[in-house]
Every structure is written in structure tokens, then in C-alpha cells.
């Protein structure tokens, strides 16, 4: 795979094959603490690539040659995902081989870990700072958890991996693509949804109050939510916030919505961009885009905005646009 190909291409950390510079960069960025190259090699490069948005990281990393990395302790946990060759990890007593299509367990923020990369390896990493999680999953559960946040490193979810899996790299190449372009409110929206999507992906000590059934809230709370939303429309979906004026638990307001509604909050929200950008297209001007228009309403993919448009609307945006654009002649 070429460096242009690779992901998060755009975003470039380390392209070199001197390892003194690369242990510096390591060190620098990644908050590496050892950095060994096998003494058999003859061919050593690195291509690291880094992404950083509010509490969520990703990282992608192709390697030639035999590579040893070791981590301290972090503020963040992370997870590694195979994309090609073979590599070891070890934390603790515990150890493992990360074969390919599949991805390490949960590297918590308080322990040291260490990888060891076979030559011709590929992987996207990704790290979440460990209190953006502990304050989504106290939302999610509706009382204070403290730092008590234990993931299982024995319970393998296949399906659950293969979505987070998807989102992420899904997420990877968007915002290599058009991350110029992406307002705060479009990277904000997907920094939650992966922080969500990984608590209820990943087994922990509190899976079983995310399982249990919520208790139920009233329609009052879901018109109150509602009302919430469309007034702050072009700001990120704030789970605490909503779940302050619902006064009930996330979980319990998300029953709600679907019991009410038949969709969720974050739907609702959806909806109500949708048909701002309806507004926004319907009175541009000529120098505006679809795309313009779908980033500024909070939606990262264009291709998925304009599928979730036609799917209201019963149109292409762009059919909207055109509309516009001959009105204005």
C-alpha cells in the first residue's frame, strides 16, 4: 500500500527509516517509553499517521522490519486493530498474538504494555481519554461511577468488534477525505458516537446496568428533549445536557424516545438538520455546495447525507440546490 493510500494519510507523523528520530517521534507523540529495532534488520522504515479529536485518537502505523515498543502509563486506554501482518502484545502476566482482521483487548490507562511488530505490519489504533468515558458511561447509567471502569479481557464480542471496527475506519477515511472541511459540530458528533459505541461494544463491570432494563420516563420528558434539541440544533448532541432537562437517565430517555417516537434522540436530531439543510439549500447562493452545506449541518459523509435526505424528502439535495440556483437567475 502506498503512503497516499494509507490511512489518515493527511495527517502525517513519522515517515523515516533513521531510528534515533523515529524512538524521538515515538516518544513524543505517542507517549512511548522503549523502542527496539531487531538487530537483523536491514530495511527498517516507519509510516505513522495521527489524529486527534477532543478526547478521541487515532493513529495508523506500517512498519518494515522487526519493532519492539513499549508504553507507560496514560490518560487514555486504547485498542489496536490489525490490518496486516502479525505482532505480539504483552501487559502484565497477560500476552497474546494480534493476528490479522483481529484487534487487541482494551490496553487500560494505568497499566504499561508492550507490542511487538513483525516486519510488513499494518494497524489503526485507537485511544480514548479514560474520563470521556467514565462521564458518558455515568450518563448512561444515570448515577456516579467513580473511576471504577474495568474492562473484561476474556469475553470476546466478534459482532460487537466488527461494528466498532467499522465505525472507526469508517471515520478514518472520511475525515482524511474532507476533514478540512468538517465543522466542529460534524467531528464532535462522531467523537460521541465512538465513545458510545465502544462502551456497549466492550465488555465491563458495568455491562449489566447497560443490559438491565431502564426505568421508564415520561412523554413530558421526550417533548422537553425535543424542544431542547431544535433549539440547539447546530451544537453537538449533549447526552449530559438532555439528560439534565429530562431529568431522568439517558437510558431511560432513550426508552422513551423509541417507545414515543420509534427512533432515538440522536434520529431526532438528525431530523431536525436535515431540514435546515433544506432551508440552507433552498435559499443559496451560487457559490454554495451540497457538501458545504451537509458538513455545516453536522453530517461528516456526504454520500450518507444525501441518502438520509432523499429518504425525508424524497429528493437528492442536490435537486434542491439547482431549484435554488434557477430562482435566483
Known amino acids: 500500500m502506498s503512503r497516499r493510500s494509507a490511512p ?3 495527517f502525517p507523523v513519522v515517515r523515516s527509516s533513521d531510528p534515533s528520530f523515529v524512538r524521538d ?16 534488520n536491514r530495511t527498517f522504515a516507519i509510516d505513522t499517521n495521527h489524529l486527534q479529536i477532543g478526547s478521541l485518537g487515532l493513529s495508523y502505523c506500517g512498519i518494515s522490519g522487526d519493532v519492539s515498543v513499549g ?33 487487541t483487548p482494551v490496553m487500560r490507562a494505568q497499566e504499561p504494555f508492550k507490542l511487538d511488530f513483525r516486519s510488513g505490519w499494518r494497524h489503526l489504533g485507537l485511544r480514548i481519554e479514560f474520563d470521556a468515558l467514565l462521564r458518558y458511561l455515568g450518563v448512561l ?6 473511576r471504577n471502569l474495568v474492562f473484561d479481557e476474556t469475553d470476546v464480542r466478534q459482532p460487537a468488534m466488527e461494528a466498532l471496527r467499522r465505525r472507526v475506519f469508517q471515520f478514518a ?11 466542529d459540530l460534524a467531528a464532535a458528533e462522531v467523537e460521541r458516537m465512538i465513545i458510545m459505541k465502544f462502551l456497549m461494544c466492550h465488555r465491563h463491570n458495568f455491562t449489566h446496568l447497560l443490559l438491565r432494563e431502564p426505568l421508564p420516563a415520561s412523554s413530558m420528558a421526550v417533548k422537553a428533549v425535543e424542544e431542547f434539541i431544535e433549539a440547539n440544533w ?5 447526552i449530559e445536557a438532555m439528560v439534565a432537562v429530562a ?19 440522536a434520529d431526532f436530531a438528525k431530523r431536525v438538520r436535515l431540514s435546515r439543510a433544506r432551508e440552507m439549500l433552498e435559499q443559496s447562493n451560487e457559490s454554495a455546495s451540497v457538501v458545504q452545506i451537509a458538513l ?10 444525501a441518502r438520509d435526505y432523499r429518504s425525508l424528502f424524497g429528493e437528492l439535495p442536490s435537486a434542491a440546490l439547482q431549484r435554488a440556483r434557477k430562482r435566483r437567475r
Do not use: M, W
Open 71 to 103: 508504553f507507560g502509563e496514560a490518560t487514555f486506554v486504547r485498542q489496536i486493530f490489525n490490518l496486516e501482518g502479525s505482532a505480539r502484545y504483552a501487559r502484565g502476566q497477560q500476552s497474546g498474538a494480534i493476528a490479522p482482521g483481529s484487534s
Open 247 to 265: 431529568k431522568v437517565s439517558a437510558r431511560s430517555l432513550f426508552r422513551q424516545f423509541r417507545k414515543d417516537r420509534g427512533y432515538s434522540p
Open 296 to 305: 455545516r449541518c453536522g453530517f461528516q459523509n456526504p454520500g450518507h447525507f
Open 173 to 183: 477515511l472520511d475525515y482524511n477525505e474532507r476533514g478540512a472541511f468538517f465543522s
Open 234 to 238: 447546530d451544537k453537538p448532541v449533549d
Open 141 to 146: 447509567v444515570g448515577r456516579d461511577i467513580g
Open 8 to 10: 489518515l494519510s493527511n
Open 25 to 40: 517521534r515515538l516518544f513524543a507523540v505517542y507517549g512511548a517509553n522503549s523502542f527496539d529495532v531487531g538487530k537483523q
